[in-house]
Every structure is written in structure tokens, then in C-alpha cells.
């Protein structure tokens, strides 16, 4: 897969590294050649030695990689350690036992900091609240839980005791729940009685109980039920018990138990091209090692600091960089339970000037919704702690970089566009602070230790400046996944099939500037082909938001007799704008695509709506787009998305 077409859209700005993160960085330029040579020279060396200086090991491991099951890798053969007391119990003996580890914030307003010491009571307890629910190493435990502490404090004692943990998005359906307790085999179901989100109850005890009908095929054998909305439910004796009951039973001492480095640590599902999700797994030792390293060095992590990545748990972001990263670094962690605009579209920033935050963590896709509300919420506070941003999800355009960079970070914030996946277990491509100028829409280059190359469709490399393929990576990484949860052949044929497995196939395609920055264009099966000419669905959208009027937009492929496919664009507007006549703008959008890559990528048809259909994580469900563009009946599951209202809104949206 290739393209020859020169897109203009090939950015110019670049803002040069700040001289306090020059000097200050955790990673300096220096430090960053020096760790890319070795890892191209001594790989086994580079990635030992980073085991050895950053890990608590209980036994030292003999060997760095094992390869002679390629592509089913392992790490730190003979190495064991415990993911927990990595987390926690090393940071207890100076002076960040009492440093708070987590301060929460409900959507309500109300404030809870929980130290490291605290924590450690708090996840010790609970660790041994879970053995005496009969709960053993290798077992798997769900966890669909809101956006508060004890979700957290669930993971950790799950990798206490060697328990596998599998958690379960809050937002998603009884029914995605159902699938993947029965996918895992999951003993012990841990929810709430409710979660808070845009000021309305969530029912999540009663989506449980939904999916642990009689009738229906799981092992779930207990659920513990915590109180946070104070929702009467049901609940099942002998199966049934309350948080505070379980933990009422047992004490604090609960050593952290030695697990082997290739030992599986959780079970994340992510989707399928099928529309299946995949349960991929990653191992303790590997998978902490990368998580800890890239927070550190992307995120220029430090004691002072308090840190805040919007996602939810339920995703490989709060995994990586809401859970284990951050603490595996002895970090301030900050969370938030509700919705990014309630009760106002100032509640980011009001959160930010409270709490004196000093890093951000967030989606594209909550930037330009914050762009469509106008400047001045962000203007109304003190958004002077920021000294960095980050942004993770998808490819940011531009525009509402620019927005970020200059209505957020006040233009002296470095923005940290990570590109990584579920799969990858941490990031890959992004700019470091104290290393990488930035260049608006790229997420710069390879992390120290990341081979990553573009290729076609043979699987040769393509070394052309801004000629664009497949995104691969060609040599194995710590944080790697293992594989997907009892089906290995999946694994092989998802990701390394396609070239013999000598490469890690993102799914992405890429493109590569002439001093080697890489810009995703989007997903593969989301490229289009327009006259036998392959576009990114990220380039043209890009174009699209580039004008002053729009803050989204979203391209998918229809059919067309003579280009075999034409594109249709959804367009949401910002609120100023709404009024502007339809015509018009449908015109000058066009125009602007034709002059900023070329009539080639001129859509076809251009609609108008209020907002796009998102997952709850803020990702644009665009095969949803593509069966509305195409007027198909919709049968994709709904079950992540966001609003409801949206899909209703797209069935009458103006062109």
C-alpha cells in the first residue's frame, strides 16, 4: 500500500525544544543518541541494563529475550518481581510514603487524596479480601467499575496476589460485559452500585446482574459491590457482597507475591476488523519496564509533579498511564470521575487551576470538542501550572494542535503526540520534551529502542520522503503484547501474518518526512481509494478542520461507478458558525481540500451535523459513518457509544 501523492498539508511550523527542558529533562539529546546506539548495537545489553537500573527484581533474571518461538517473545527469562510492589510498597521508604499517590475529584465536586501508605493499606486489604473469595494466582477477575479510586486500588491487589485482571469499561453494555467474562473465565466480578456521568446515574449493578443471568454460560462465582451512588439494587446472597463487608474480614499484611517476568498481568479487549473484540494480554516484567520508562521519559515525570491523563481504566491508557506508569515512578496521580463538561465546558480548566496540574494527558477528540466551545472557557482560569501537554488517541490535526498548544499550554507547554496502541502496551512514536522540537500533526520519532519503518505492500521499506505505507515495527520491545487471550493463531494472523512475521503490523499507515518525523494517516482499512490513489483519512480531515468554521470532521468511502470510491465528509461546525449558509461553506471546503492536497481528495458529498458518533473513549466510530454515508441498514454494535442522540442526528443531517 502506497501513495505518490505530495499533500501540502506537509507542516513547515516547528517549535524548537524549550531551553528549561534542554538543560532539565529527564531525557536530554545527548542521553537520547547514546541509548539509540546501544540499542541498535547491543540490544540485549540496552534492554537489560533498563531492567536491572529502573526494576525491583526478587530474582535477578539469566536471560534478556528468548526469540526461538518468534513471534511469540519473551522477556527476562528467570527474572521474577511483582508489578505491586513496584507500584507501591518501594516508594514506602522515605519520603513519599506519605506523598499522595491519587487525588480524585467527583463529578460532585467532592476531593480525596490517598497517599502511597495509605494505598498500600488500602490494596493490601483488598488483595486479601479477594484470596478469601477463593480468588488464586492465574485467576482472572473483572473489574467494571466508575472512574474512582477503588477501581485502582482493584488492579493493584489483583497484581498482588498473581490474579489476572481484565477490566471492563464502565460505559460498555451488560451484554459487552457478558462476552468477556465468559472470554476469560472470570471468577469474581468487582462493580459499584452506580457511576456519576453528566449528572445522571449509570446502573452499573444492574447491567452485572444483566450479564450474570442464570441462563447465560460464566464462572463468575462472587461479586463485590461498591457503594458510591447509594442506588438501591439487588443483591444475590451468597454471591454478593459489599466492598466494605469484604475488607471488613481481613487485615493489611499481605505480601506481594513473586511472579515469573512472562507472568500475565491483565487482559485488555480491544476491537476486531471482524467486529469481535481480541483479548490481548501483557506480561508483569516487560510490560511495567515500558510503561515506566516511556512515562518517564515523554512525559518528563517529576516528584513535584501532578500528573493527569483523562482516560478511563477501562482502557490501555489508564492502564499505562493513569495506573502503572505513573506509579511506577512515585507519581502524583490525578482522576477524575464525571463528564469533561459538566456542569460547564469549563470543568477541565477549573480542575487544572484547583489542583495546580502540571501535566495533560488527553484526546484529540475532547481538543476540538473544547475548540468548538470558544476560548474563553479555558480564558476564564489559571492555567499556569501546565509545563506540559500530551495528546493520545488518534492523529491530531494541526489546527487543533495549534489550539492546544497556544489556548492551553499558553505557547510554552511542549505537546507530547504519542502514537501507541493496546497492542504496543506503551508509547512508541512521540516527541520528547528535552529532546524533540515539535512539528504540529506529527508524533515525531522513535522512542530509544523502537525500530519502526514504513513499507509496502511486498514488505519493502519505503525510504521516499512523504511516501506513505504500512507503519510496522521490525524488532521485538519489552511492552510488546503476548498474544490474544486462548487463541494464538489470531495473535500470528492479526498482527505478523501478513509480511512472514518479520514485522509487528500496527494497522496504520504512515508517512515519513525528509528528516525522518512520521505522520499517521489513519487505519489502514479506513484508507480510501479514489482513482486508483490511496488517501488517509487523517490528511483530509485535517484539511477540512483547517478551516476557520469547522471544529470536527470525519471522511469515510462511498461507492462511485467511475473513481470506485468518492468521499463523503461529515462536518460538525463551531458554535459561532452554525447560522453560515450550508452552500457556501460545502463550497469552500472543497476548494480548500483541492488546494491543500489537490481535487483528488475533493469530497463528494459534504454533510452537516451537530456532533459525530464517538466510543466512550472518544474514538469516531467511522464504520458506523460508513453505513449511513452508504445508506445500509446500521447492525454494528452500539454498546460503546457515547450518545445515543447522535445516531438520530445523523439520520437527518443537512448537506
Request: with cysteine; proline share 5%; net charge negative.
Given at each position: 500500500m502506497s501513495?505518490?501523492?505530495?499533500?501540502?498539508?506537509?507542516?513547515?511550523?516547528s517549535?524548537?525544544v524549550?531551553a528549561h527542558f534542554?538543560?532539565?529533562?529527564?531525557?536530554?539529546?545527548e542521553?537520547?543518541?547514546?541509548?539509540?546506539?546501544?540499542?541498535?548495537?547491543?540490544?540485549?545489553?540496552?534492554?537489560?541494563?533498563?531492567?536491572?537500573?529502573?526494576?525491583?527484581?526478587?530474582?535477578?533474571?539469566?536471560?534478556?529475550?528468548?526469540?526461538?518461538?518468534?513471534?511469540?517473545?519473551?522477556?527476562?527469562?528467570?527474572g521474577?518481581?511483582?508489578?505491586a510492589?513496584?507500584?507501591?510498597?518501594?516508594?514506602?521508604?522515605?519520603?513519599?510514603r506519605?506523598?499522595?499517590a491519587?487525588?480524585w475529584?467527583g463529578?460532585?465536586?467532592?476531593?480525596r487524596t490517598?497517599?502511597y501508605?495509605?494505598?498500600?493499606?488500602?490494596m493490601?486489604?483488598?488483595?486479601?479480601?479477594?484470596?478469601?473469595?477463593?480468588v488464586?494466582?492465574?485467576?482472572r477477575?473483572?473489574?467494571?467499575?466508575?472512574?474512582?479510586?477503588?477501581?485502582i486500588?482493584?488492579?493493584?491487589?489483583?497484581?498482588?496476589?498473581?490474579?489476572?485482571?481484565?477490566?471492563?469499561?464502565?460505559?460498555?453494555?451488560?451484554e459487552?460485559?457478558?462476552d468477556?467474562l465468559?472470554?476469560?473465565d472470570?471468577?469474581?466480578?468487582?462493580?459499584a452500585?452506580?457511576?456519576w456521568?453528566?449528572?445522571?446515574m449509570?446502573?452499573?449493578?444492574?447491567h452485572?446482574?444483566?450479564?450474570?443471568?442464570?441462563?447465560?454460560?460464566?464462572?463468575?462465582?462472587?461479586?463485590?459491590?461498591l457503594?458510591?451512588?447509594?442506588?438501591?439494587?439487588?443483591?444475590?446472597?451468597?454471591?454478593?457482597?459489599?466492598?466494605?463487608?469484604?475488607v471488613?474480614?481481613?487485615?493489611?499484611?499481605?505480601?506481594?507475591?513473586?511472579?515469573?517476568?512472562e507472568d500475565?498481568?491483565?487482559?485488555?479487549?480491544?476491537s476486531?476488523?471482524?467486529?469481535?473484540?481480541?483479548?490481548?494480554?501483557?506480561?508483569?516484567?516487560?510490560?511495567?519496564?515500558?510503561?515506566?520508562l516511556t512515562?518517564?521519559?515523554?512525559?518528563?515525570?517529576?516528584?513535584?509533579?501532578?500528573?493527569?491523563?483523562?482516560?478511563?481504566?477501562?482502557w490501555?491508557?489508564?492502564?499505562?498511564?493513569?495506573?502503572?506508569?505513573?506509579?511506577?515512578?512515585?507519581?502524583?496521580?490525578?482522576l477524575?470521575?464525571?463528564?469533561?463538561?459538566?456542569?460547564?465546558?469549563?470543568?477541565?480548566?477549573?480542575?487544572?487551576?484547583?489542583?495546580?496540574?502540571?501535566?495533560?494527558?488527553?484526546?484529540?477528540?475532547?481538543?476540538?470538542?473544547?475548540?468548538?466551545?470558544?476560548?474563553?472557557?479555558?480564558?476564564?482560569?489559571?492555567?499556569?501550572?501546565?509545563?506540559?501537554?500530551?495528546?493520545?488517541?488518534?492523529p491530531?490535526?494541526p489546527?487543533?494542535?495549534?489550539?492546544?498548544?497556544?489556548?492551553?499550554g499558553g505557547?510554552?507547554?511542549?505537546?507530547?503526540?504519542?502514537?501507541?496502541?493496546?497492542?504496543?502496551?506503551?508509547?512508541m512514536?512521540?516527541?520528547?520534551?528535552?529532546?524533540?522540537?515539535?512539528?504540529?500533526?506529527?508524533?515525531?520519532?522513535?522512542?530509544?529502542?523502537?525500530?519502526?519503518?514504513?513499507?509496502?505492500?511486498?514488505?519493502?521499506?519505503?525510504?521516499?520522503?512523504?511516501?506513505?505505507?504500512?507503519l510496522?515495527?521490525?524488532?521485538?520491545?519489552?511492552g510488546?503484547?503476548?498474544?490474544?487471550?486462548?487463541?494464538p493463531?489470531?495473535?500470528?494472523e492479526?498482527?505478523?501474518?501478513?509480511?512472514?512475521?518479520?514485522?509487528?503490523?500496527?494497522?496504520?499507515s504512515?508517512?515519513?518526512?525528509?528528516?525522518?518525523?512520521f505522520?499517521?494517516?489513519?487505519r489502514?482499512d479506513?484508507?480510501?481509494?479514489?482513482?486508483?490513489?490511496?488517501?488517509?483519512?487523517?490528511?483530509?480531515?485535517?484539511?477540512?478542520?483547517?478551516?476557520?468554521?469547522v471544529?470536527?470532521?470525519?471522511?469515510?468511502?462511498?461507492?462511485?461507478?467511475?473513481?470506485?470510491?468518492?468521499?463523503?465528509?461529515?462536518?460538525?461546525?463551531?458554535h459561532q458558525?452554525?447560522?453560515?449558509?450550508?452552500?457556501?461553506?460545502?463550497?469552500?471546503?472543497?476548494?480548500?481540500?483541492?488546494?491543500?492536497?489537490?481535487?483528488?481528495?475533493r469530497?463528494?458529498?459534504?454533510?452537516?451535523?451537530?456532533?459525530?458518533?464517538?466510543?466512550?473513549?472518544?474514538?469516531?466510530?467511522?464504520?458506523?459513518?460508513?453505513?449511513?454515508?452508504?445508506?445500509?441498514?446500521?447492525?454494528?454494535?452500539?454498546?460503546?457509544?457515547?450518545?445515543?442522540?447522535?445516531?438520530?442526528?445523523?439520520?437527518?443531517?443537512?448537506?
Amino acid at each position: 500500500m502506497s501513495t505518490s501523492i505530495d499533500s501540502a498539508l506537509s507542516e513547515t511550523r516547528s517549535f524548537p525544544v524549550p531551553a528549561h527542558f534542554a538543560s532539565q529533562a529527564n531525557m536530554d539529546a545527548e542521553t537520547f543518541a547514546r541509548l539509540n546506539r546501544q540499542a541498535t548495537e547491543d540490544p540485549d545489553g540496552f534492554w537489560g541494563d533498563l531492567a536491572r537500573q529502573h526494576l525491583d527484581w526478587d530474582v535477578p533474571f539469566q536471560r534478556v529475550l528468548e526469540v526461538d518461538q518468534a513471534p511469540f517473545y519473551r522477556w527476562f527469562g528467570g527474572g521474577q518481581l511483582n508489578v505491586a510492589y513496584n507500584c507501591v510498597d518501594r516508594h514506602l521508604r522515605g519520603a513519599t510514603r506519605h506523598k499522595a499517590a491519587l487525588i480524585w475529584e467527583g463529578e460532585d465536586g467532592s476531593v480525596r487524596t490517598v497517599t502511597y501508605a495509605q494505598l498500600h493499606r488500602e490494596m493490601s486489604l483488598f488483595a486479601n479480601a479477594l484470596k478469601h473469595q477463593g480468588v488464586q494466582k492465574g485467576d482472572r477477575v473483572a473489574i467494571y467499575m466508575p472512574m474512582v479510586p477503588e477501581a485502582i486500588i482493584a488492579m493493584l491487589a489483583c497484581a498482588r496476589i498473581g490474579a489476572i485482571h481484565t477490566v471492563v469499561f464502565g460505559g460498555f453494555s451488560a451484554e459487552a460485559l457478558k462476552d468477556r467474562l465468559e472470554d476469560t473465565d472470570a471468577k469474581v466480578l468487582i462493580t459499584a452500585d452506580g457511576a456519576w456521568r453528566a449528572g445522571k446515574m449509570v446502573p452499573l449493578k444492574r447491567h452485572a446482574d444483566q450479564a450474570l443471568l442464570r441462563e447465560h454460560e460464566h464462572s463468575v462465582r462472587h461479586v463485590i459491590v461498591l457503594r458510591r451512588t447509594g442506588a438501591d439494587i439487588d443483591m444475590q446472597e451468597g454471591r454478593d457482597i459489599w466492598w466494605e463487608d469484604a475488607v471488613a474480614d481481613v487485615n493489611a499484611d499481605c505480601p506481594a507475591l513473586s511472579m515469573q517476568a512472562e507472568d500475565t498481568l491483565f487482559i485488555l479487549y480491544t476491537s476486531g476488523s471482524t467486529g469481535k473484540p481480541k483479548g490481548v494480554f501483557h506480561s508483569s516484567a516487560g510490560y511495567l519496564l515500558w510503561t515506566m520508562l516511556t512515562t518517564r521519559w515523554v512525559f518528563d515525570i517529576k516528584p513535584e509533579d501532578v500528573y493527569w491523563c483523562t482516560a478511563d481504566i477501562g482502557w490501555i491508557t489508564g492502564h499505562s498511564y493513569v495506573v502503572y506508569g505513573p506509579l511506577a515512578n512515585g507519581a502524583t496521580v490525578f482522576l477524575y470521575e464525571g463528564a469533561p463538561m459538566h456542569p460547564q465546558p469549563d470543568r477541565f480548566w477549573k480542575m487544572i487551576a484547583r489542583h495546580g496540574i502540571s501535566i495533560l494527558y488527553t484526546a484529540p477528540t475532547a481538543v476540538r470538542a473544547f475548540m468548538k466551545m470558544g476560548d474563553e472557557w479555558p480564558q476564564r482560569h489559571d492555567l499556569s501550572s501546565l509545563r506540559l501537554l500530551g495528546s493520545v488517541g488518534e492523529p491530531m490535526n494541526p489546527e487543533a494542535w495549534m489550539w492546544y498548544y497556544k489556548q492551553i499550554g499558553g505557547g510554552r507547554c511542549p505537546v507530547a503526540d504519542t502514537w501507541w496502541q493496546t497492542e504496543t502496551g506503551g508509547h512508541m512514536i512521540a516527541p520528547l520534551p528535552g529532546v524533540t522540537a515539535n512539528r504540529p500533526g506529527s508524533c515525531a520519532l522513535p522512542l530509544p529502542g523502537i525500530s519502526a519503518r514504513i513499507v509496502n505492500d511486498q514488505g519493502a521499506p519505503i525510504t521516499a520522503p512523504n511516501a506513505g505505507g504500512y507503519l510496522v515495527i521490525d524488532r521485538p520491545w519489552p511492552g510488546m503484547l503476548r498474544g490474544v487471550w486462548g487463541n494464538p493463531e489470531r495473535y500470528v494472523e492479526s498482527y505478523w501474518a501478513r509480511f512472514d512475521n518479520r514485522y509487528y503490523i500496527a494497522g496504520d499507515s504512515a508517512r515519513r518526512d525528509a528528516d525522518g518525523y512520521f505522520w499517521v494517516m489513519g487505519r489502514i482499512d479506513d484508507v480510501l481509494n479514489v482513482s486508483g490513489h490511496r488517501l488517509g483519512t487523517a490528511e483530509v480531515e485535517s484539511a477540512l478542520v483547517a478551516h476557520p468554521a469547522v471544529s470536527e470532521a470525519a471522511i469515510v468511502g462511498i461507492p462511485h461507478e467511475i473513481k470506485g470510491e468518492a468521499i463523503c465528509a461529515f462536518v460538525v461546525l463551531k458554535h459561532q458558525h452554525q447560522g453560515d449558509d450550508r452552500d457556501e461553506l460545502g463550497a469552500a471546503l472543497r476548494a480548500q481540500v483541492t488546494e491543500l492536497i489537490g481535487a483528488i481528495a475533493r469530497p463528494d458529498d459534504i454533510r452537516f451535523t451537530d456532533a459525530l458518533p464517538k466510543t466512550r473513549s472518544g474514538k469516531i466510530m467511522r464504520r458506523l459513518l460508513r453505513s449511513i454515508a452508504r445508506g445500509e441498514e446500521v447492525t454494528q454494535d452500539m454498546s460503546t457509544l457515547e450518545d445515543e442522540g447522535t445516531l438520530q442526528n445523523l439520520g437527518t443531517v443537512k448537506r
